[in-house]
């Protein structure tokens, strides 16, 4: 035979037997892992046993012990539940007592009750009678009457009632008459006592504004170093606070005159600070004066803090104190505001105390009577001051009758409470003093003011200062919107508006001043 086939048979011969012997392996290595996983199975179920056994003997104790808490909750409960019980048992047995007692009591008392009514019955029936003959007997009486007189009952009754009358009639009104006379002298003689009692009560100053101050100085060389070369200090001074400064002969004393009482404190204070500091040139004296303005104001602010505290007013808006502060440096012809306020603020709290009612709040009242004469602006000149003070305490949360009180002191609106007529003749009392006010000197300051706001109403003026008693109207513009050119104009317009709008005496000198400033710093 060829030795390839004998070879390829010993191969598949081979092949087969290792084909089997495979098998056979595969056979015991399947049994044993068979004979592995029932015994795992089998170890399993015997631990899942026992654990479930524990577990079992677990859940049962934890059943126990909860049944047995419980248990005692319940317990607890059911005490809890028969203590009430017996509680609302006893408190039952209490009412039940004082039940039973109660109506035993009410028993007793029915039983009195029933013999006074017996009483009262037999009471009544005596009087019937004794009522019953005295009919009788008074029948006989008019009868015997009405014989002797020749009338009847009737007729006598009616004489009697007209003769009644007549005599009711005239004493009546005697007595309303004089009631009345007694009334209308006892109510005057009353009022003249309060007035004249809170008069008496009260003393005051006679305070005269003027338009003009004193600035004292040391020696007269002071003067030249205030005038400054060719007058630039003093022409500084003048267009920063708009006061005219009047250097004259008059020795170690320089004349600040305004109208403005604020302007001319600003520039005395500002020259009192530049002659001690002696440091006086342009630059300098502007920063002296904003420095002295912002000082004017916060003093404006103590003021008016102090005002309240002095009258004992309390909770004022700040806005309002610092309006009753701004009345320092306002006169109400001739008169000092804030002196004429504080005046008519206690004299109306000593009325409003004569008269028995509350005086805190009438000097409230007397104080703020005549706040709006302190606001400054354009539309504010427009409204009366009693309707624009009303406004203004109105819109700072001040009570109704302090703002009628305010409203009403000049007749504008209707009174509604009697502050309105206190503080109206507390006013009249403190105006009407002898040496009190100057009408002229109100007047002439409302011209003033009027030339300055004449000038404020053109485009391009930044200040405008009405000096030398309203004889000049002296205006500075800005000079990136007013040229040269147009300078000449605006003053030639201001000029014809003040002659068209104005009433005054003499003539009137509008100069408008524009200034350029070119400043650079060296580093």
């Known amino acids: 035979m060829d030795p390839i086939v004998l070879i390829a048979g010993g191969v598949i011969v081979g092949l087969i037997i290792g084909f089997i012997i495979a098998k056979t392996i595969e056979k015991n290595n399947a049994s044993k892992l068979i004979k592995n996983a ?54 039952t047995r209490d009412k039940e007592s004082q039940i039973s007692q109660e109506l035993a009591k009410n028993k007793k008392l029915n039983g009195n009750l029933e013999n006074k009514i017996k009483d009262y019955d037999h009471r009544l029936d005596v009087l019937e009678k004794k009522q019953s003959e005295l009919d009788k007997l008074h029948k006989s009486q008019v009868q015997q009457l009405e014989v002797i007189s020749s009338l009847s009952a009737e007729e006598a ?88 400064i009047i250097v004259d002969d008059t020795p170690e004393a320089i004349i600040l005159s305004c109208f403005d009482a604020v302007r001319r404190e600003i520039a005395r204070l500002s020259l009192h600070k530049l002659v001690t500091d002696g440091r006086i040139h342009p630059a300098r004296i502007e920063e002296i004066v904003k420095k002295t303005t912002k000082q004017i104001e916060q003093e404006i602010i103590e003021v008016g803090k102090r ?28 008169q000092n505001l804030l002196q004429h306020s504080r005046e008519v603020a206690k004299l109306c709290g000593v009325m409003a105390a004569e008269l028995g009612l509350n005086p805190k709040l009438a000097k409230r009242a007397g104080l703020l009577h005549d706040i709006g004469k302190v606001p400054d602006a354009e ?99 800005e000079s990136e919107k007013v040229s040269d050119e147009q300078s000449a104009e605006l003053s030639f317009n201001i000029s014809q508006k003040i002659q068209t709008d104005m009433t005054y005496p003499g003539q009137v000198k509008v100069t408008v001043i524009r200034e350029t400033r070119a400043v650079n710093i060296a580093k």
């Open 38 to 91: 029932k015994k795992n199975a089998a170890t399993v179920l015997k631990e899942a046993k026992s654990e479930g056994e524990t577990i079992k003997k677990d859940k049962i104790l934890q059943a126990k012990e909860k049944f047995i808490e419980l248990k005692a909750e319940h317990e607890k409960v059911i005490l809890a539940r028969d203590k009430k019980m017996a509680e609302a048992e006893k408190r």
């Open 379 to 477: 539309a504010d000149m427009e409204t009366p001051h009693a309707i624009l003070g009303m406004q203004w305490v109105e819109k700072f949360g001040e009570k109704g009758d302090v703002c009628n009180a305010v409203g009403a002191h000049h007749d504008e609106i209707e009174m509604k409470s009697l502050l309105a007529p206190i503080v109206q003749v507390c006013d009249a009392i403190s105006g009407a003093r002898p040496g009190a006010r100057r009408q002229v000197l109100d007047s002439y300051i409302q011209r003033l003011k009027d030339m300055e706001d004449i000038a404020f109403g053109f485009t391009g003026v930044k200040k405008a200062y009405a000096i030398q008693a309203g004889r000049e109207l002296r205006v500075i513009v």
């Open 307 to 334: 005002t309240v505290i002095d009258l004992g007013i309390h909770n004022l808006h700040p806005e309002l104190i610092k309006m009753v502060g701004r009345m320092k440096y306002r006169s109400s012809y001739g």
């Open 157 to 244: 009754k009616e004489q009697l009632v007209e003769s009644l009358k007549g005599e009711a009639k005239n004493d009546a009104m005697a007595y309303i008459q004089g009631a009345l006379e007694e009334a209308k002298l006892t109510a005057e003689q009353e009022a003249k006592k309060v007035i004249i009692n809170t008069i008496q009560r009260i003393g005051t100053e006679e305070a005269v504004d003027n338009c003009v101050s004193v600035f004292n100085i040391e020696s007269d060389d002071v003067k030249g170093r205030i005038i400054g070369r060719e007058g630039r200090n003093i022409r500084a001074i003048e267009a920063a606070t708009g006061v005219e």
